[in-house]
């Protein structure tokens, strides 16, 4: 499949091959959902905890008899009744995390969701930045020139350097390397950016994988 790079003047320079194992697939929003919500569950970490009543120290004897005192009967100080007891139904700190999502699932996710987008047609190929950008206004000026306001920028590591101090202060853009695209910041974004290398690199690594495609 072909597609086209453009510049940071937005004209069409030329075009790419690529691959139809990666970018045309039918996507499965079961899948991406379940990454989607793996991923919300290990973003923000859970730190309240509070403990049980096994994790109390001190004596386990019973405090008085079973019967005949005229009151409830109690085993230990320990009980959530009463203070300096443990605590009943309270937070358990990152027990929560145990949530677990099968790695081929992952990797299937990340094809599926840019399969979604090059669909959609708000995948979009922009050539290396091999001078930097120092004006936010120029950046910003492609960007609106291409429609592209709301977007993920998946770049080189070499094309990161030359443009993310022009980038770094437009909302709603965020830039990573080819090695952190994740399905959860693919789907947040409405348009994905790959720089050529990127694209290269990434669909290079995704071909590789498998026995993955369903």
Do not use: C
Not at 156 to 161: E, H, I, P, T, V
């Amino acid at each position: 499949m072909k597609h086209q790079v453009i510049n940071i003047e937005g004209k069409k320079i030329n075009d790419i091959e690529i691959s139809d194992k990666v970018f045309s697939l039918t996507p499965n929003k079961y899948v991406i959902q379940s990454i989607v919500d793996w991923q919300l569950n290990h973003f923000k970490p859970r730190l309240a905890k509070t403990k049980q009543r096994s994790e109390i120290k001190g004596s386990t004897a019973k405090i008085y008899a079973q019967k005949g005192t005229g009151g409830a009967r109690h085993s230990s100080r320990k009980a959530p009744l009463f203070v300096g007891g443990g605590v009943a139904h309270g937070p358990k700190g990152a027990v929560y995390r145990e949530k677990k999502i099968n790695k081929k699932i992952k990797k299937i996710g990340l094809l599926h969701i840019l399969s979604q987008k090059n669909k959609m047609k708000s995948l979009v190929i922009v050539e290396d930045f091999k001078t930097e950008i120092k004006k936010t206004k120029i950046f910003y000026r492609f960007l609106e020139k291409n429609n592209l306001k709301n977007s993920l920028v998946v770049s080189d590591k070499n094309s990161k350097l030359k443009i993310f101090k022009s980038a770094k202060n437009i909302p709603n853009l965020k830039i990573v390397e080819e090695s952190g695209a994740n399905v959860y910041d693919l789907l947040k974004y409405k348009n994905v950016i790959f720089t050529t290398s990127s694209i290269k690199s990434l669909q290079e690594k995704l071909s590789k994988w498998k026995n993955l495609i369903i």
